[in-house]
């Protein structure tokens, strides 16, 4: 701060600059897209602000609007906003070099002159009082390594010097310059200027105070009719700078404008600063600055000398790099933007969701057809990045108008097989997906194995198993009954959740498998007796039994599963289903898997009802249904709950203790004999008891009956 008639000479805080990472995406895009090797210069636009701290100054920051949009993108890009009290918009230029060597080999000089030259031309022509943001340019020189994501980048601020330099006297904050009446008056005026969208932007003005203290801000354009007025006039800029006894780099080239347009011999100046939104003349400065010469440099002709590069964090006179790796990869931003959906329904509307369970949770998918498909997209909308695939068959004409992963290139010389085809499609929707592919049949019972392929079909078996112990989560969605039972056994064995989906015509069943048999929150003992009356009781609208099990997708079948693709028809070969039904279905399936995995108890949670009493119960991603059976045809769904079945030929105790016992002795006996799993588990014997019924029929049409 300057004292009472002490003089010394101006000295300028100089500008700071700041790059928003938006300006680096948008500068990349743009040179990967458009530019290629062009170093053409790119205008830019610079924001600012005046000072709104009283520790720290404002930067010039280049933000991802600062580079104007392309044709094609200006329905998608935000235009330049006027108005901005936050934003006063400053023009730039910039040269981005093709390599390091011509980033360092730029004439930094010349570049910094040229700039100059259109800051003089416009003060001698006039254009500064039309638009006095002009007194501001900058220019920026950079250099794009799309290879490492890293940025080396240099500002430069042009000022034009006066020689001999101007001084000061008086610097003071604007409390101490202004009377308690002026002080009011400016205070109210400069809100009103900053309040209009019209002049909230425009950073160089004229703050006029007539002789009863009341003050107006005006145009630069205005000098003359203050001066006929009679009127104190200040000039003032918005500073960017907060530093007591320095004004900002503005200020320099505004000086010269004075000079060159009016001739002062000394200049009343106002810093202008805020707080909180709101003119602070504490923080504000005022001060004299004593130009020499003044008449002289009105009719200098020749462009001063300039200066204005920026000096790096350490107080040298050098270029700065920043390396976005981590953020600028296209990978890394696609995480963060799909990462941001989750992270917006957590924020509004589900606190409890596990982001880190859902991302970390290793699913299985049996079947990569149209069920499929659809799963593994839902998946990964979810947050899920680990899923395997699992699948032999390769993907036909037919397949990619209803099976979402695949394209017509998939389809050409024989088919990719569709594990493979299904990763590279997620690949490539989300690069971030851990997604891998098994090409593999899976065993079934009801087609015998020939003695010299045993080995083969065991090692599938072996294959199968491991998969599934490797996986958290698996989803049964191939197109066969048969074809479920092996995962339905591995799953009951190891307790692992198992999401079961299938398709009718127009109609579909989603359901989640209960505990295993044998897992630690289920007793044996608890199984209901086997009889033919629980066994048509198994499947009901309401929860009667909590103590039950609940039942696999085989629970409520009365034989064993045997082979279904043998002598079909074509409508037979191929899954016919209307088109809509797949991705209702699939929805659902995740949907549980989601429910499942965020319910306390797991897999072992009980069936819930929309209907049900205890809503007090209710997760905060809703009820955890059983099963869900929907009808197209009727548009409707139902829930149901069906319980295990001591009968069951994938998960009972039975079954289960036969298999640890025997391991793939028992598989293989399974799959070459029909009826072995009838027989071990006594569906045999029951569907032999429910052929000696014998049931009497009342025929006295004169009693009530019921209509069910």
Known sequence: MVGQGEESILQFAPFQSAVDEGFWHRLSSLKLNKLGIDESPIPITGFYAPCSHHQVSNHLTLLAESIPPEASEQPFMPAISCGNRNRCPIPGILYNTNTLEGFQALDKQSLLKAEAEKIWEDICSGKVEKNCNVLSRFLVISFADLKKWSFHYWFAFPALT?????????????????????????????????????TTDVPFFLVSISSNSAATVRHLAEFEACQLDGHKVLIGFYDPCHLPSNPGWPLRNLLWFICRRWSLQKVQFFCYRESRG?????????????????????????MPSAVGWELNSRGRKASRCISLAKTMDPTRLAIEAADLNLKLMRWRQLPSLNLNLLSTTRCLLLGAGTLGCQVARMLMAWGVRKITLLDSGRVSMSNPLRQSLYTLDDCLNGGEFKAVAAVKSLSRIFPAVEAQSVVMAIPMPGHP??????????????????????HDAVFLLTDTRESRWLPTLFCANTNKVTITSALGFDSFLVMRHGAGPLSSSYDIKTEAVNDLSTEIGAVSLTDNSRGQRLGCYFCNDVVAPVDSTTNRTLDQQCTVTRPGLAPIASSLAVELLVGILHHPFGTSAKAEFASSSDTGDEQPLGILPHQIRGSLSQFSQMILVGHASTSCTACSSTVVSEYQKR????????????????????LTELMKSAGSFELDWDNDTDEEFVEI
């Open 449 to 470: 194995v020939p003695s010299q392929e045993e080995n083969s079909v065991l090692e599938d078996c072996r294959h199968l198993q491991d998969l599934i112990n490797s």
């Open 278 to 302: 709101f003119a602070d003349l504490e923080l504000s400065l005022v001060g004299d600055a004593l130009i020499p010469n003044s008449q002289e440099l009105k009719n200098h002709d020749k």
């Open 663 to 682: 391991g793939m002795d028992f598989i293989l006996e399974a799959i070459n004999h029909p009826t072995y799993l009838e027989d071990i588990t006594g």
């Open 162 to 198: 006066l020689d001999p330099p101007a001084t000061v006297v008086n610097l003071k904050p604007a409390t101490q310059w202004f009377s308690a009446e002026e002080a009011e008056s400016v205070t109210a005026a400069c809100n009103e200027w900053r309040n209009m969208c019209s």
